[in-house]
């Protein structure tokens, strides 16, 4: 069923809004240029938010996506003309985590999300219903629950719906009336919700899941599309997880020092040959285990890896802190994958001299 | 005795609308041109109907063609709109550049070419955060400034600060250079303003050159007669000749190329016209995306365009720009009509920003010295040019055929395919040859571009395939050349390919490579005793060659998995052929003791092994006794069966007659597949008809035969009855039936 997410005073895992409140109140407060309706943001502030930059009364704003300017630019603009937004890629490339900074940064609230499954019901998109009060009042805007968007469409937001092609393609369509009309019929009570403005939709979808339910190309229409790629090349990759595992292991209070994230080099390497099939040096060609070796992989590889290396070890991730990590990121598939990751040690990893503490952890662990 | 100088960005067409305003507001007597004089003699030509752009200006050393300067013009380049202007008028045009005489000769003495100082006015703009000029001329000179006269004041003050804050040392070549090609265009204004005191000149320059062309400001004479006096000749030519809108974005004569003509045309068609229309600009050009993408079948809908244009503007304002350019024109084509991906905006990129234009040249303009000499070749040897598909058959044995056949090969080299070989397979070692003959006028672009490797078709066959041979790293590729150098007929190439062949051969330790090299020069040197050329040096390459392969062959089979085994017998395949072809004792004494280490050690991977020791028994090495030995060992069950199976196909290699010839090797097979446990051979089964699939109905008929003598039938029995002999077989004959997939259960044979 749906999950809506509920404002909890979060201690695992912050909201975007709240984890990065300084930095959106230092940025409104600087932020002189026209703001479409309902935008708690003008659109150049959004940008920086996401993009990182640096204030003129010297506040530094992190950048959250590390990537194409312009891809961020796109995606903003497309909010901007009220065109909803649909961010597209393989797992792991960011699109949940673009998305909940948009909104957040947008509409002050990352909170609105419909997560799509095989089982999402139309009910998420459009509004359930509060049965005890149904049956007790009879039909009333009181015993009515709204789902997400019709919250997004009442209070001008964004909503995000998270993995759309999971969604049944029925469950799909409700969205094109949505998306056009910006209009929700309610007939039990011959009302209908209409979007304030500021309501829009940013969508996220694999690429890699093509078939599964692809998106009509009614509701393909309804969307503008911005692809989120794998990083190009190695330093970028490396620069995304640095980043990314600095601050989670400061929100998990890992004391990361940076010496300790040389490891970051290796295991990104491994990913991207994996993932690639062929070596750095583009020389062995290799083969690819299932499962898609993203970015994201990299970055809990990592996570784990420091936490190993703080909890047992001397705080220093060393190559026996990620092996398992790497390990249970590459084998998904007990058999075939198992076999790539065999050759992938042998005929790669043990060839490269400074990598035999690497290797070793690996065979070790079978 | 006024001047109005325009200082312009090559190929802007901001510029050229400006400079179309600026001589109708003044009209003048004199058009002075960058660009050497050498073109005075040819401009006149630019007014004639049959001259369409893009066409290119091309000043070349007669001696040395490969010194050459290109000027290309586009309907949107100033120079053009200015000149066409002038010629339309009657008012003279003239060039006022650094003769390319004195140009070309100062290099030949070692002086570094003087080339523009790339684009100074997208160096302005891209500091002012644009990132395509011509919007920035847009808004930062035009918008600003009502009439033409001011913009171009502004420009060259503007251009003034810019030479002011050069970084480069005075004695830079660049530096130099430039003030001396400056220095001769205040001589030729000097001599004009002289020759006719109360004339109005108009001078149309790169911007950069504006702020030294104000008579007012001139240095004194004593400063520039030092850099224009006893200077070097030597002799040029100039032509015209059509370019394409893919070429525009070369560098030549004007500076830097652009990147996007077709945008650039697409902008100066819409705002030439008239009150053009900013937010007009955006959607015509996204509705003629939007039709390159349906022409492709690919949905694009007028309501996606209008969305496109949307976003497209609200990305300008984002981007905090004044104006939508083209690259927001992408951004936007791609998120709203291509659903994010890049690839068929590639596509809109190649035929819509750059264009597919080819311009022409009126007949009567003079051509290129490679084009001529091909000309008289094609004259001579009654080969003429047409735009329709020929087929041409020749018979290489008549002398007057095989130079058509040598011409066509050498235009292949050099990158101008007006012949293709009709049936490529055949050609080897025949006397005929076919080829499919189509003049596209692109070709005579390609031509012009292959004029900088030499004068005439062999010496810029010669030229080119030497340079590529240099800079090939790839071996099959060279051996290919030196067989393509060989039937075009040039020595030259050849000897430059082969010490390029035989360096890289060198240093090579890819065996599967070095292999593969041996049979297209085997068939070189089979050809060229066809054609008769001499291949001896050719020969000596390859006998190179194919040691070097011997050599490291043992080690390089050492430990192949299944796939690089396959390489590695395609590879010793092909060197098998190549070596039947040359039939060289000791050559073939090194192979076949190469090929001995493969077949008895039995740890080399079955596919090589069984491939060499089948060699080896054809070739007579091995007699049939060891390699029944070797089979035997190869196929005992202690081998593990996938291997065996490998062995086998290796060993038989699509060839059956071996096993209906040799009952003992046949037994041997038969003996092995029947004791291979059922569950290993439903897994062989694949693998083993592959082998036999290779074969052909008769012979897999055959063999079946024999396998069911080997059971009891009688060996001299012509034709045993199937139906019979298979009731009495072992269920290896079944076996064998299943593998030559026969329906054995129904007791028939297929
Ligand atoms: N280019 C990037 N910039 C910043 N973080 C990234 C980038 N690529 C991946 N990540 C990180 O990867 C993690 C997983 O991303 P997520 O949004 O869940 O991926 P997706 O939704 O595309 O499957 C997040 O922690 C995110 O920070
Ligand atoms: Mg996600």
Redo the contacts between chains.
């Keep these: 069923m749906t999950q809506v997410q509920v404002d909890t005073p979060a201690v695992l895992r912050e909201h975007a809004e709240q984890a990065y409140a300084d930095e959106l109140a230092a940025l409104a407060a600087v932020d002189d240029r026209p703001r479409p309706p309902s935008w708690r943001l003008s659109p150049w502030a959004v940008a920086t938010y996401v993009l990182g930059g640096r204030l003129a009364d010297g506040t530094v704003i992190t950048p959250k996506y590390l990537g194409q300017r312009r891809l961020v630019e796109v995606a903003i603009s497309s909010l901007a003309t009220d065109r909803a937004l649909l961010l597209l890629g393989v797992p792991g490339t960011a699109k949940t985590w673009l998305g909940e900074h948009l909104a957040a940064a947008v509409s002050g609230s990352s909170t609105l999300v419909v997560q799509g499954t095989a089982g999402t019901q139309e009910e998420a998109l459009r509004y359930g219903w509060n049965y005890a009060r149904l049956l007790a009042e009879g039909p009333s805007r009181e015993a009515l629950v709204p789902g997400p968007v019709m919250r997004a469409m009442e209070t001008g937001a964004i909503a995000r719906v998270e993995e759309l092609t999971r969604i049944p393609s029925d469950v799909q369509d409700a969205l094109i009336s949505i998306l056009s009309e910006k209009t929700l019929p309610i007939p039990e009570l011959d009302e209908e919700v209409q979007a304030r403005p500021g309501f829009n939709v940013i969508a996220t979808a694999n690429n890699r899941d093509k078939g599964v339910n692809e998106l009509s190309s009614a509701l393909r229409r309804r969307f503008n599309t911005v692809v989120l790629p794998l990083p190009d090349t190695l330093d970028q990759e490396v620069e995304i997880v640095r980043t990314r595992v600095t601050q989670l292991g400061a929100s998990l209070e890992l004391p990361a020092d940076l010496e300790s994230l040389s490891e970051i080099q290796r295991v990104v390497t491994v990913m991207r040959e994996l993932r690639s099939g062929v070596t750095t040096d583009q020389r062995t060609t290799i083969k690819s285990p299932s499962a898609t070796l993203s970015t994201a992989e990299a970055i809990s590889v990592m996570t784990n890896g420091l936490a190993l290396a703080a909890h047992f070890g001397d705080g220093v991730v060393r190559a026996d802190d990620v092996a398992a990590g790497l390990l249970g990121a590459v084998v998904k598939d007990p058999v075939q994958d198992r076999l790539v990751w065999q050759e992938y040690l042998e005929t790669v990893v043990r060839n490269r001299k400074e990598w035999n503490d690497l290797y070793r952890a690996c065979r070790d662990l079978g | 005795m006024p001047v109005d100088v325009y200082g312009v960005r090559h190929h802007g067409p901001g510029s050229a609308r400006s400079v179309r305003e600026a001589l109708e507001a003044r009209p003048p007597d004199l058009l002075l041109v960058e660009g050497c004089p050498e073109l005075d003699g040819i401009v006149h030509l630019l007014g004639e109907p049959d001259m369409v752009p893009p066409v290119a200006g091309l000043v070349y050393a007669v001696d040395d063609p490969r010194r050459a300067t290109f000027y290309p013009l586009a309907h949107f380049s100033p120079e053009w709109v200015a000149v066409r202007w002038a010629l339309a008028r009657g008012v003279p045009v003239r060039f006022l550049d650094l003769p390319a005489t004195h140009a070309f000769a100062l290099e030949e003495a070692g002086a570094p070419p003087t080339r523009e100082a790339g684009d100074p006015l997208a160096t302005l703009a891209a500091a002012a955060g644009y990132d395509d000029a011509e919007r920035w001329w847009e808004d930062a000179v035009e918008q600003r400034h009502d009439s033409p006269a001011e913009r171009f004041d502004a420009i060259r003050e503007a251009m003034a600060s810019v030479r002011e804050a050069d970084p480069r040392p005075d004695d830079d070549p660049g530096v130099v250079g430039n003030l001396r090609r400056e220095a001769w265009m205040r001589k030729v204004l000097r001599a004009a303003v002289k020759e006719q005191p109360d004339a109005r000149t108009a001078v149309v320059c790169g911007a950069w050159h504006a702020p030294a062309l104000v008579p007012e400001e001139f240095p004194p004479l004593s400063h520039d007669r030092p850099l224009v006096t006893g200077l070097p000749r030597t002799k040029v030519a100039a032509a015209w000749t059509p370019w394409t809108s893919a070429r525009l974005s070369y560098a030549s004569g004007y500076g830097a190329g652009v990147t996007a003509p077709g945008w650039y045309q697409h902008l100066f068609d819409h705002l030439s016209g008239e009150r053009p229309d900013q937010r007009d600009l955006a959607t015509t050009w996204l509705v003629r995306v939007a039709r390159t993408l349906r022409e492709e079948r690919l949905?694009a809908?007028t309501?996606?365009v209008v969305?496109a244009a949307?976003?497209a503007e609200?990305?300008s304002?984002?981007?905090?720009r004044p104006s939508v350019g083209l690259?927001e024109l992408d951004?936007?084509a791609?998120?709203?009509l291509c659903?994010?991906?890049?690839l068929p905006l590639d596509l809109v990129h190649s035929r819509l920003v750059v264009g597919e234009e080819l311009g022409s040249v009126p007949d009567s303009a003079p051509v290129v010295p490679l084009a001529a000499d091909l000309a008289r070749q094609q004259r001579s040897l009654r080969l003429k040019p047409s735009a329709s598909v020929q087929e041409v058959d020749l018979d290489l044995r008549r002398p007057a055929q095989l130079d058509r056949s040598v011409l066509l090969h050498r235009l292949a080299i050099l990158g101008v395919p007006w012949g293709v070989p009709a049936d490529t397979g055949r050609t080897t070692g025949t006397f005929k040859e076919s080829w499919r003959l189509e003049w596209r006028p692109e070709l005579a672009v390609d031509l012009v571009e292959a004029g900088v490797w030499g004068t005439t078709v062999a010496a810029a066959a010669s030229a080119r395939a030497a340079d590529r041979a240099e800079g090939s790293a790839d071996l099959a590729e060279l051996a290919g050349l030196v067989g393509a150098c060989l039937t075009a007929d040039l020595p030259d190439g050849v000897t430059a390919v082969l010490a390029a062949l035989d360096a890289r051969a060198a240093v090579q330790h890819d065996v599967p490579a070095l292999l593969h090299t041996v049979e297209p020069l085997a068939r070189t040197c089979r050809y060229g005793d066809v054609r008769g050329v001499d291949t001896a040096r050719v020969r000596d390459v390859l006998v190179a060659t194919a040691v070097r392969a011997c050599v490291g062959l043992p080690m390089a089979c050492a430990g192949l998995d299944e796939e690089s085994a396959d390489v590695m017998g395609t590879a010793i395949d092909g060197a098998q052929r190549g070596l039947a072809l040359l039939e060289d004792a000791d050559l073939d004494a090194t192979w076949h003791l190469a090929l001995e280490r493969l077949s008895a050690p039995e740890h080399v991977a079955g596919t090589v092994a069984g491939r060499a020791t089948r060699i080896l028994l054809d070739a007579g090495r091995l007699a049939r006794d060891d390699v029944a030995r070797r089979m035997g060992r190869r196929l005992s069950v202690a081998a593990p069966a996938p291997q065996a199976a490998a062995w086998l196909e290796g060993f038989l290699a699509g060839d059956a007659v071996l096993l209906v010839h040799d009952p003992a090797l046949l037994g041997l097979v038969d003996r092995w597949l029947s004791d291979v446990e059922d569950a290993v051979f439903e897994d062989l089964l694949p693998l083993v008809r592959r082998t036999f699939a290779d074969f052909s109905k008769a012979e897999r008929r055959t063999i079946g035969e024999r396998v069911s003598r080997l059971h009891g039938g009688r060996a001299d029995d012509p034709a045993p009855s199937l139906d019979l002999d298979l009731e009495q077989a072992t269920p290896a004959v079944l076996a064998v039936g299943r593998l030559l997939g026969w329906e054995v259960a129904r007791g028939g044979a297929a």
Excluded: K, P, Y
């Excluded at chain 2, 304002?317 to 905090?320: A, L, P, S």
């Design positions: 949905d809908s309501a996606a969305e949307r976003l609200t990305l304002i984002v981007r905090g690259t951004d936007a791609q998120s709203v659903e994010g991906s890049r």
